[in-house]
């Protein structure tokens, strides 16, 4: 029998931290789908700037600058539920101008992903955070600092996403560059 410690992933250390943390909610492709995203940051040409293969996630919901009492309320919102299941499939290629991402997309179609993203939203505002600025938009940042579409663009493979977890990072800003560090995580519900 599966107790309420068997539903989640989580460090008891993981909401204890002092200040506040950059922090989103997202998916990691699976370790083959990591290899071939990483087969295609490769072909990417300067100016772009290939995001490092162990960042690679979709996002699900950017929370900003969080507390540790904030962000534990909003997990306990979320162990309570059953969070649905989802497949995306990411096959385009897109320049984001605005905030200079080049990016693999997809569209928001499948009723687990509509339905996901509204428990995530409901339970980031239950916990007190600021409503998303922008609607989801399923996707995988593969380059930053694009401001014009690569001149010899490669062929966009067909990445179908079928997460069986979402997990809590943190964005740590790093010398060498930005990581993403699972705190916790939770299953989705097949």
């Not at 250390?13 to 789908?33: D, M």
């Not at 505002?125 to 663009?153: D, E, M, N, S, Y």
């Not at 990445?159 to 989705?188: F, I, Q």
Request: with cysteine; hydrophobic share 45%.
């Amino acid at each position: 029998m599966k107790t309420e410690l068997d539903r989640f992933e989580c460090d008891s250390l993981a909401f204890n931290w002092q200040g506040e943390r950059r922090l989103f909610i997202g998916v990691a492709p699976s370790t083959a789908q990591q290899e071939e995203l990483t087969a295609l940051l490769q072909q990417l040409q300067p100016p772009l700037q290939p995001v490092k293969p162990t960042n690679l996630h979709l996002t699900l919901l950017f929370l900003g600058q969080s507390s540790a009492t904030q962000t534990e309320l909003l997990w306990r919102h979320l162990q309570a539920q059953q969070l649905p299941a989802f497949a995306v499939l990411l096959n385009q290629l897109e320049l984001w101008p605005g905030p200079g991402v080049y990016c693999l997309t997809g569209a928001l179609q499948h009723p687990g992903l509509i339905h996901l993203d509204i428990q995530l939203r409901q339970a980031a505002l239950q916990a007190g955070f600021l409503p998303p600025q922008h609607a989801l938009r399923p996707h995988i940042t593969l380059a930053r600092k694009a401001k014009l579409l690569p001149a010899a663009a490669p062929k966009p493979p067909e990445v179908l996403l079928a997460p069986e977890k979402l997990t809590l990072y943190h964005s740590l800003s790093t010398p060498t560059g930005v990581r993403y560090l699972p705190l916790a995580s939770l299953p989705l519900q097949r």
